[in-house]
């Protein structure tokens, strides 16, 4: 074990392991230039710089030509926000297109070398010059019959068409390359085409929001051939990216769920997925259609997520689909393939994920951007390589390189050994050291939560796991791996003994009356709730835990049941004992030790009445040997052990004539005494009638001595037996202490 033990006080039972290895524990740390794969595998990941930062927040849609400059299109919240930026590879900006409209939505450089920007909403298609004032519209959908509000998308065909894909309603148009009128190529019963891919071959691929579908359509130089195929409905409502791979395989990320299928509107579902909304009439001349827009869009402006993830899916060449990836809490906005390796751009954490073809299920998280949403990619030249990155909130350009990052440096989260430990070895996966993982380790330690806070420095970890210098013991550990061209991690382990610390007997109670048998289940109005007392307002207390749920007793006279809540920090077992004393003596004496619950009922009749106190030890013996064992303990409030009756005084009564026709009366005077507890009440019975309440003298019961004096009405005869002396009566008497131990006495009045 590295480092030397430390002297004074008993250590912890057996060395702990904290162990990081999973992809969900990676992802806690932070990561630079690191990549993380889905089993939890770090390797070093693509160089990413920013190359263009705007005064926005919005960036919808970039592109590249063959020079190697970008296109950045770009949104606001306000009229105007239209604004389309080329950098130059230095970084250095101009603008090259300002629009009334709210964004620019798409961006493509077109197969013949011009670029294009479609914007929304209620937005053109322009032909983007050299400056602002350059710009030419292509397209305005408010010249066609729809008139749709949206434009999502623009691709162009090898014979030079464009093709549009507009959103409420959902169609797409084809503007001849030779300015001819621009017709519709397909619509759909969806809301929106949301995305298109256009392939070499002239194969049109669109993705729709509303049913999730994917339609493939062949496109000729002289136009569109046959009718759209829908080759996919997806899970997902909304389709948000479309790609290739160089076999001819295309991939597409679907985002939200899909509202239930309107079969009473005649609407199509199946196949194609939901329809629109019911057409509900406006007046009685017509009717209103109600456009929502995309989910993605909604959670890229709003900040916020869609709560059902998103999928990415492969239509393989033969058109059989097949599901790659789930993300629970990503929202895929872009594909995009760049050596090989298909990318996908999410939000809201601004995360790159490589996404595995060959493995369902398996991914990488390549990068993290300092932005909540990777909003488009845009493929460099081959000359110059990598990938543009578009993102919102805030609105940047990263350009991510097809090389690995030269410093991948990778810090774990902060670890709390709750409590001071000494630090030992580290154990690395593949081993670490230049000769073998191409990795280096390095680790820290502390006694406050931020490593900023008077820390150690960071120390080198060799190839055995030794640290190069005596790590530090203290509460707080960290690790840091710096990897080399191809290095990896795959978990990373730590060694550490925590400081023994004494166990806690956070709270006491005591309830007398009450026992708890193991197997006893008496019926509900016999039974005691055995609580911990509430905190008061604004006073801290102990943390319950599962222990500290109501106990259910037994009412039991003779019983009295002792609960305690208490914990270890170091997570060992424990063992109680249980001693008593009465108020007002020195020794403690013995209830019952090495007991393994949390509670302890005896019988009151081990011990005299009278006022007594109880101490809960707590011990973690089970653990540690008796000379390195350590306890606690805590004494409980007062409580009285009362068994006794009241003894009872003379009971003298008097026979008092009514009346004529008034019943007769009996006077009587009598008084009770405790020994330990105050007299709770009286009643009294007159010939084995009803009993009665009784006051005592001054009417407040509260002494242990009361006196009563009371007069009582003899009942009416009734009955058939004959009677030999209708003057004879039975007075009864009975007293209870605060205990509900009883006496009772009688006397005949003549």
Same mark, same amino acid.
């Given at each position: 074990?590295?480092?030397?033990?430390?002297?004074?006080?008993?250590?912890?039972?057996?060395?702990?392991?904290?162990?990081?290895?999973?992809?969900?524990?990676?992802?806690?740390?932070?990561?630079?230039?690191?990549?993380?794969?889905?089993?939890?595998?770090?390797?070093?990941?693509?160089?990413?710089?920013?190359?263009?930062?705007?005064?926005?927040?919005?960036?919808?849609?970039?592109?590249?030509?063959?020079?190697?400059?970008?296109?950045? *299109?770009?949104?606001?919240?306000?009229? /105007?926000?239209?604004?389309?930026?080329?950098?130059?590879?230095?970084?250095?900006?101009?603008?090259?297109?300002?629009?009334?409209?709210?964004?620019?939505?798409?961006?493509?450089?077109?197969?013949?070398?011009?670029?294009?920007?479609?914007?929304?909403?209620?937005?053109?298609?322009?032909?983007? /010059?050299?400056?602002?004032?350059?710009?030419?519209?292509?397209?305005?959908?408010?010249?066609? +019959? +729809?008139?749709?509000?949206?434009?999502?998308?623009?691709?162009?065909?090898?014979?030079?068409?464009?093709?549009?894909?507009? /959103?409420?309603?959902?169609?797409?148009?084809?503007?001849?390359?030779?300015?001819?009128?621009?017709?519709?190529?397909?619509?759909?019963? =969806?809301?929106?085409?949301?995305?298109?891919?256009?392939?070499?071959?002239?194969?049109?691929?669109?993705?729709?929001?509303? *049913?999730?579908?994917?339609?493939?359509?062949?496109?000729?130089?002289?136009?569109?051939?046959?009718?759209?195929?829908?080759?996919?409905?997806?899970?997902?409502?909304?389709?948000?990216?479309?790609?290739? =791979?160089?076999?001819?395989?295309?991939?597409?990320?679907?985002?939200?769920?899909?509202? %239930?299928?309107?079969? %009473?509107?005649?609407?199509?579902?199946?196949?194609? *997925?939901?329809?629109?909304?019911?057409?509900?009439?406006?007046?009685?001349? /017509?009717?209103?259609?109600?456009?929502?827009?995309?989910?993605?869009?909604?959670?890229?402006?709003?900040?916020?997520?869609?709560?059902?993830?998103?999928?990415?899916?492969?239509?393989?060449?033969?058109?059989?689909?097949?599901?790659?990836?789930?993300?629970?809490?990503?929202?895929?906005?872009?594909?995009?393939?760049?050596?090989?390796?298909?990318?996908?751009?999410?939000?809201?954490?601004?995360?790159?994920?490589?996404?595995?073809?060959?493995?369902?299920?398996?991914?990488? =998280?390549?990068?993290?951007?300092?932005?909540?949403?990777?909003?488009?990619?845009?493929?460099?030249?081959?000359?110059?390589?990598?990938?543009?990155?578009?993102?919102?909130?805030?609105?940047?350009?990263?350009?991510?390189?097809?090389?690995?990052?030269?410093?991948?440096?990778?810090?774990?989260?902060?670890?709390?050994?709750?409590?001071?430990?000494?630090?030992?070895?580290?154990?690395?996966?593949?081993?670490?050291?230049?000769?073998?993982?191409?990795?280096?380790?390095?680790?820290?330690?502390?006694?406050?939560?931020?490593?900023?806070?008077?820390?150690?420095?960071?120390?080198?970890?060799?190839?055995?796991?030794?640290?190069? %210098?005596?790590?530090?013991?203290?509460?707080?550990?960290?690790?840091?791996?710096?990897?080399?061209?191809?290095?990896?991690?795959?978990?990373?382990?730590?060694?550490?003994?925590?400081?023994?610390?004494?166990?806690?007997?956070?709270?006491?109670?005591?309830?007398?009356? %009450?026992?708890?048998?193991?197997?006893?289940?008496?019926?509900?109005?016999?039974?005691?709730?055995?609580?911990?007392?509430?905190?008061?307002?604004?006073?801290?207390?102990?943390?319950?835990?599962?222990?500290?749920?109501?106990?259910?007793?037994?009412?039991?006279?003779?019983?009295?049941?002792?609960?305690?809540?208490?914990?270890?920090?170091?997570?060992?077992?424990?063992?109680?004992?249980?001693?008593?004393?009465?108020?007002?003596?020195?020794?403690?004496?013995?209830?019952?030790?090495?007991?393994?619950?949390?509670?302890?009922?005896?019988?009151?009749?081990?011990?005299?009445?009278?006022?007594?106190?109880?101490?809960?030890?707590?011990?973690?013996?089970?653990?540690?040997?008796?000379?390195?064992?350590?306890? *606690?303990?805590?004494?409980?409030?007062?409580?009285?052990?009362?068994?006794?009756?009241?003894?009872?005084?003379?009971?003298?009564?008097?026979?008092?004539?009514?009346?004529?026709?008034?019943?007769?009366?009996?006077?009587?005077?009598?008084?009770?005494?405790?020994?330990?507890?105050?007299?709770?009440?009286?009643?009294?019975?007159?010939?084995?009638?009803?009993?009665?309440?009784?006051?005592?003298?001054?009417?407040?019961?509260?002494?242990?001595?009361?006196?009563?004096?009371?007069?009582?009405?003899?009942?009416?005869?009734?009955?058939?037996?004959?009677?030999?002396?209708?003057?004879?009566?039975?007075?009864?008497?009975?007293?209870?202490?605060?205990?509900?131990?009883?006496?009772?006495?009688?006397?005949?009045?003549?």
């Amino acid at each position: 074990m590295a480092g030397a033990a430390g002297h004074g006080g008993a250590w912890a039972q057996g060395t702990k392991l904290w162990t990081v290895s999973r992809y969900d524990e990676m992802e806690r740390g932070t990561a630079e230039g690191v990549a993380i794969r889905s089993d939890g595998r770090l390797e070093a990941g693509p160089a990413t710089s920013l190359l263009y930062e705007t005064v926005g927040n919005y960036v919808w849609s970039v592109a590249a030509d063959a020079a190697g400059n970008a296109y950045v *299109g770009m949104g606001g919240t306000a009229s /105007g926000g239209a604004v389309v930026m080329r950098v130059a590879p230095d970084g250095k900006a101009a603008k090259v297109f300002e629009g009334k409209e709210l964004g620019v939505q798409a961006v493509r450089v077109g197969s013949d070398g011009r670029v294009y920007a479609a914007t929304s909403p209620d937005g053109k298609v322009y032909r983007l /010059g050299a400056t602002a004032a350059d710009a030419a519209v292509v397209f305005d959908p408010a010249l066609t +019959e +729809e008139k749709p509000k949206y434009l999502w998308d623009v691709v162009q065909a090898p014979g030079k068409d464009l093709y549009v894909a507009a /959103g409420a309603p959902a169609v797409v148009y084809r503007v001849p390359a030779g300015g001819g009128k621009t017709e519709v190529a397909f619509r759909t019963v =969806d809301q929106h085409i949301r995305c298109l891919l256009m392939v070499p071959d002239g194969t049109l691929w669109a993705g729709t929001d509303g *049913g999730g579908v994917i339609y493939k359509l062949k496109t000729t130089a002289t136009g569109s051939t046959g009718k759209p195929f829908a080759a996919y409905a997806a899970p997902k409502r909304e389709i948000t990216a479309l790609a290739m =791979d160089a076999a001819g395989n295309v991939y597409a990320a679907g985002v939200g769920a899909k509202p %239930a299928a309107n079969a %009473a509107a005649g609407q199509p579902g199946g196949m194609l *997925g939901p329809g629109l909304p019911p057409l509900p009439v406006s007046g009685a001349v /017509g009717v209103t259609i109600t456009f929502s827009q995309p989910g993605s869009a909604t959670a890229a402006t709003a900040n916020t997520l869609v709560p059902e993830g998103s999928e990415i899916y492969r239509i393989a060449v033969d058109g059989s689909p097949q599901r790659l990836l789930a993300l629970k809490d990503d929202v895929v906005y872009a594909l995009a393939f760049d050596q090989g390796n298909l990318l996908a751009a999410t939000g809201n954490r601004g995360r790159l994920y490589r996404v595995d073809t060959g493995m369902a299920g398996r991914f990488t =998280d390549v990068a993290h951007l300092e932005a909540a949403q990777g909003m488009a990619f845009a493929a460099l030249p081959s000359a110059v390589g990598g990938l543009l990155v578009a993102t919102s909130n805030s609105g940047k350009v990263f350009r991510l390189e097809d090389k690995p990052a030269a410093n991948a440096t990778y810090t774990s989260e902060v670890f709390d050994a709750q409590g001071f430990a000494q630090w030992g070895r580290v154990e690395a996966m593949p081993q670490s050291g230049p000769a073998a993982g191409g990795f280096d380790l390095l680790e820290r330690s502390g006694n406050v939560e931020s490593p900023l806070l008077g820390w150690s420095e960071w120390a080198p970890v060799s190839k055995a796991g030794e640290a190069a %210098a005596v790590l530090a013991g203290g509460r707080f550990a960290q690790w840091k791996a710096v990897l080399r061209a191809g290095g990896a991690v795959e978990s990373v382990a730590l060694n550490y003994l925590q400081k023994n610390l004494a166990p806690v007997v956070d709270e006491v109670v005591v309830q007398p009356g %009450a026992r708890v048998t193991a197997n006893a289940m008496p019926p509900q109005n016999a039974t005691v709730q055995v609580n911990f007392p509430a905190p008061a307002s604004g006073v801290p207390s102990f943390v319950p835990d599962a222990n500290a749920q109501p106990l259910t007793a037994q009412k039991d006279k003779t019983g009295v049941t002792v609960r305690w809540a208490a914990h270890d920090d170091n997570g060992d077992d424990l063992i109680f004992s249980v001693w008593y004393r009465g108020v007002g003596e020195r020794n403690w004496r013995l209830l019952k030790e090495k007991i393994a619950e949390k509670f302890l009922s005896f019988d009151s009749a081990l011990l005299p009445d009278g006022r007594y106190e109880v101490r809960v030890v707590a011990s973690d013996s089970p653990v540690h040997t008796d000379a390195e064992a350590l306890t *606690g303990e805590r004494v409980s409030g007062e409580f009285v052990v009362d068994t006794t009756p009241p003894v009872p005084g003379v009971l003298a009564a008097t026979l008092l004539a009514g009346a004529a026709g008034s019943p007769a009366k009996i006077h009587a005077t009598f008084s009770a005494k405790d020994a330990t507890s105050p007299i709770a009440h009286a009643e009294y019975s007159v010939d084995a009638g009803p009993w009665q309440y009784l006051e005592p003298v001054g009417r407040v019961s509260d002494s242990l001595e009361e006196r009563y004096d009371f007069t009582a009405t003899v009942p009416a005869a009734s009955g058939t037996a004959p009677v030999a002396d209708a003057r004879e009566h039975v007075l009864a008497v009975r007293v209870y202490d605060r205990y509900e131990n009883v006496v009772a006495v009688k006397t005949v009045v003549r």
